[in-house]
């Protein structure tokens, strides 16, 4: 199953405000393992950033001045999500975002049902605790330390990481590398042969005919009545 990670950036907290993205970074999944397959852009926002964004991701109102706006990139965007499943933390926050680009390009919305929030997935896992993508990463030991700053493309990276431990995702790998490294059959050939002539046993009398004693007291279904003829006869 294909799946995208993505994360973005903006220039504030709300883009019925004016607020637009500055940074969209996404990863590709297959079957919950990263392809090494990414996306990413800058975008000038064709707005001021505001000091409080400034401070989280480093992009500034200059910087962005010479990046491509997001209808020059819309098409290639889409063609990398295509219509596979996208996770997202916190996701409503980022679609939004996503969403208000999309109909300034003049390209259909993304759909809610399509999206998996990883932040509603950690608050059904661990309900009542921290549940921030720094959170997550200390209460999983995933090294954040390359985080100094928010970008959308390590965060996302980062996102893959959490994602996987929340589902399950590497014990599901596990199971899977053990089943595909498990032999596919237990049929086997032997070079072993029936002996011409079947040695002599061993006992003597009395202690063949103290053993059929016990299987007698044993019953019908004793597997051992079987071989009774066999212990019973006379040594050649």
């Known amino acids: 199953m294909r799946e995208i990670v993505l994360d973005t950036e903006t220039t504030g907290l709300d883009p019925d405000r004016g607020d637009r993205l500055v940074e969209i970074g996404a990863v590709e999944l297959m079957n919950q393992v990263a392809t090494g397959k990414t996306f990413h852009v800058v975008l000038n926002p064709e707005c001021d950033v505001s000091e409080e964004a400034f401070r989280v991701h480093g992009h500034s109102t200059d910087s962005l001045k010479d990046s491509p706006v997001f209808a020059k990139i819309a098409g290639d965007f889409l063609d990398f999500i295509r219509d596979d499943k996208l996770v997202i933390h916190n996701a409503e926050f980022d679609v939004r975002f996503l969403n208000t680009a999309l109909r300034g390009a003049g390209h259909p919305e993304i759909r809610p049902e399509r999206v998996t929030d990883t932040l509603a997935l950690a608050r059904r896992k661990h309900p009542g605790a921290p549940n921030s993508l720094d959170s997550l990463c200390d209460r999983y030991r995933i090294d954040r330390s390359r985080r100094t700053m928010h970008g959308a493309l390590l965060d996302a990276k980062i996102l ?34 029936n002996r011409p002539v079947p040695l002599a046993p061993r006992s003597i009398g009395s202690e063949r005919l103290a053993h059929i004693a016990h299987i007698a007291l044993l019953g019908e279904p004793a597997m051992w009545n079987r071989y009774v003829d066999q212990l019973s006869r006379p040594r050649a």
């Open 160 to 193: 893959v990481e959490v994602y996987t431990e929340l589902t399950g995702g590497r014990q599901k790998a596990l199971t899977l590398s053990i089943e595909a490294e498990a032999p596919r059959s237990t049929k086997h050939t032997s070079n072993l042969r």
